[in-house]
């Protein structure tokens, strides 16, 4: 009887907490992903497009459907900054994926397209060297995502972006792409017409008397993004020199406490990644936390 009891009390513990960190594998909800794939069931005829000249459609259409069965996997590149655009790509994906396939299947073919009223008109130097891309990890084979990263950065500009303005060949890894704190949460606000909470900033860490309870009050409510010093939390080529300021965005997806130490999960550009680290470790890679609400986003 003793056994069995243990058995049963195992199967429920696993159960249990499987079930506390399952992450769901598709990202949008079923009505609007069914409504994004019927998008790109229709474009299949789609034709070379003369803006960009680099990309074929069937590589452009194949990619997007991947983005659509497998949207944990979009991969910003190695060495690249485009790692805030990745996370603002991540809630794109969870919340209206349609939005995002019919914005990029204008862009493919008009050379410019709107997202919801910002309006994309990446420049001549993007459009040339979209596709074309190397050395850059998964990117390099996934001509739409180059697009599309390519496009954002050439649209929002922030103050780290006043000496590099005009995209040149090489530009993804440079001052050109970067994003600091308020650039993220006005591209947040714009793209996915969200109201923005924002703590911290580019030079001073965000102060809570209990940061992981303030994350998970936070995770309640909707979507968390962390702006971090990467140098302190994991090596990235970006960040080859550790210097003490943030420099790399990404996805909450769940803290857990434990007796001495903070679990965190978190989606970093294609990948889902644990880390467990100490309060004081958590305090210091934090320098910026964006959230937003669910019931406070307009759809229109």
């Keep these: 009887m003793k056994q069995w009891f243990f058995v049963l009390f195992l199967l429920f513990t696993i159960v249990s907490t499987a079930q506390r960190r399952r992450v769901p594998d598709k990202l949008a909800n079923e009505p609007e992903r069914v409504k994004a794939m019927e998008m790109l069931a229709h ?18 259409l ?24 990745g996370a603002i790509t991540y809630t794109c994906f969870k919340n209206e994926p349609s939005r995002y396939i019919q914005c990029m299947l204008d862009l493919y073919r008009n050379g410019e397209a709107f997202y919801r009223d910002v309006k994309l008109t990446p420049s001549d130097g993007v459009k040339k060297e979209a596709g074309l891309m190397i050395y850059q990890g998964d990117l390099d084979i996934h001509p739409a995502d180059q697009v599309w990263f390519l496009s954002l950065a050439d649209r929002f500009k922030g103050y780290l972006n006043f000496f590099n303005m005009r995209y040149k060949k090489g530009d993804e890894n440079t001052l050109w792409a970067s994003t600091n704190l308020a650039k993220f949460n006005r591209m947040l606000r714009r793209l996915c017409k969200y109201k923005v909470g924002s703590r911290g900033s580019d030079l001073i860490r965000p102060h809570s ?31 080859s020199v550790k210097k003490r300021i943030p420099s790399h965005y990404v996805v909450l997806m769940e803290i857990i406490r434990t007796e001495n130490d903070i679990i965190i999960k978190y989606w970093d550009g294609s990948y889902k990644t644990v880390k467990e680290v100490s309060l004081g470790s958590l305090k210091q890679i934090i320098y910026g936390i964006s959230w937003v609400k669910y019931k406070e986003k307009n759809n229109e």
């Design 43 to 60: 474009a299949d005829t789609l034709q070379q497009s003369i803006h960009w000249p680099n990309i074929t459609p069937q590589k452009f």
């Design 62 to 85: 194949n990619n997007l459907k991947q983005n659509l069965d497998y949207p944990f996997k979009i991969n910003t590149g190695r060495g690249t900054n485009f790692c805030a655009y």
């Design 209 to 239: 008397k209990d940061l992981p309870g303030f994350l998970e009050e936070k995770l309640l409510q909707g979507e968390v993004y962390l702006y971090l010093n990467n140098a302190l939390l994991r090596k990235k080529n970006h960040n």
